[in-house]
């Protein structure tokens, strides 16, 4: 049975990205290693040499009150296969399926928990990719056809250097 492995990172929604990154690079030291597109995600580590990010900045919390803070909460698992075998036992507890992609350097399969926080299970692919880009894959299909939405995703996002804008979203 799968298991997970540790906690990959914790995702925040924030009103100001700026600002907020400038809290965690500048007061706290940590690096920018991964951003989106349209500069709406920031991702830094506290050690880019052993992981590509410990926190993710997301654009997009609410004004109100109330607000949601977790954007995600992400958990590493040994392999593909058990990242498929999450997303099986999900699906049959009636968990509610988010969504299911390739990040390049990551396999994610994202669901809600019974009070609604988004709960990703990923397996590190071992392709480095700087980029924030997410494409679909069908953890239903075969694993060959998995990893090659992988493999080309990856080759759309290998260039981006760490803490850079891709130039536009992946596609695969």
């Not at 052993?50 to 009150?65: C, F, K, W, Y």
């Not at 493999?151 to 695969?172: C, F, L, N, S, Y």
Request: charged share 25%; with cysteine.
């Amino acid at each position: 049975m799968p298991r997970v492995l540790n906690l990959g990172h914790v995702g925040v929604f924030v009103r100001n990205i700026d600002k907020m990154e400038a809290f965690y690079r500048d007061f706290l030291g940590m690096t920018v290693t991964k951003r989106n597109a349209d500069g709406t995600a920031v991702f830094l580590s506290g050690d880019p040499e052993t992981v590509d990010h410990e926190i993710a900045l997301m654009s997009g919390r609410p004004e109100q009150e109330d607000p949601k803070l977790i954007q995600q909460i992400s958990m590493r698992v040994s392999s593909l296969a058990d990242v498929r075998e999450f997303h099986r036992r999900a699906k049959e507890a009636g968990y509610r399926i988010q969504r299911t992609v390739s990040h390049a350097s990551a396999v994610g399969c994202y669901m809600f928990d019974p009070e609604g926080n988004v709960v990703e299970t990923f397996w590190l692919t071992g392709k480095t990719s700087w980029a924030v880009t997410a494409v679909p894959v069908d953890l239903d299909g075969p694993e060959d056809a998995i990893l090659e939405v992988v493999e080309r995703h990856w080759q759309q996002t290998k260039d981006v250097k760490m803490g850079e804008r891709p130039k536009a979203p992946a596609i695969v």
